[in-house]
């Protein structure tokens, strides 16, 4: 834990790319759960939208999701199924 007390800085800014922007298809992301990273669905409503996690265990409602790729919650479902079998 030295790490967090000491001060040395590092050069982060080496390590950052420029953001880009894009608009992203439908068919290339997924809404996410920010609780338990489940598959949300979208909840239409006459001022916001609202999201649910599709997980009945979990039973998150809200505003905020997180969009992830498809590809990439693929590779993330793959990863912790091995984690859960080892």
Same mark, same amino acid.
């Given at each position: 834990? $030295?790490?967090i007390t @000491?001060n040395?800085?590092e050069?982060?800014?080496?390590f950052?790319?420029?953001?880009? !922007? #894009? #608009?992203? $298809?439908?068919?290339? @992301?997924?809404t996410v759960?920010? =609780?338990?990273?489940?598959?949300? =669905?979208? !909840?239409?409503?006459?001022?916001? $939208? #609202?999201?649910?996690?599709?997980n ?9 999701? !997180?969009?992830?790729d498809r @590809?990439?919650?693929q590779?993330f479902?793959?990863?912790q199924a091995r984690? @859960?079998t =080892?």
């Open positions: 834990m $030295s790490y @000491t040395d800085e050069p982060f800014e080496e950052l790319e420029e953001p880009r !922007i #894009r #608009r992203r $298809s439908i068919k290339e @992301t997924l759960c920010p =609780k338990c990273f489940s598959p949300s =669905k979208l !909840i239409p409503g006459f001022f916001s $939208s #609202r999201y649910s996690c599709e009945p265990a979990c039973g998150w409602v809200g505003s905020l999701v !997180i969009e992830v @590809t990439d919650y590779e479902l793959e990863k984690q @859960t =080892k």
